[in-house]
């Protein structure tokens, strides 16, 4: 079975918005640090991703740490190339999988 988590790196890597979002149900919530729900369902994060994928040629995230518990992957992400940027953010990433999908996402930084 294909790890969706890692699937979905290697294709935001890729800037492949089909592939990162086949790796996600299509109800999934994405959340900020404090629980707000920043992004629900596959059209919000279509259309998110699809500028932030467009408006980064380079863009590139790095797994530096990655730690698995049960049904939760926790990646420390190091992020270059966002929108041009030369900078280096530094993000954690919370995963839920739940029947081979990322059904729930919390973004800290």
Known sequence: MTDPVEAQVEAYNRRDLDAFLAC??????????????????NDAMRAAYGDL???????????????????????????TGRRGSSNEDRAVAIYHVAEGAI???RLIG
């Open 24 to 41: 996600y149900s299509p109800q999934a919530v994405i959340e900020d640090s404090t629980g707000r729900v920043v992004m629900e369902g």
């Open 53 to 79: 994928f467009r408006e980064s040629p380079f863009l590139r995230a790095e797994i530096a740490t990655r730690i698995r518990v049960g049904d939760y992957v926790i990646d420390e992400e190091v992020i």
């Open 103 to 105: 059904d729930h996402v």
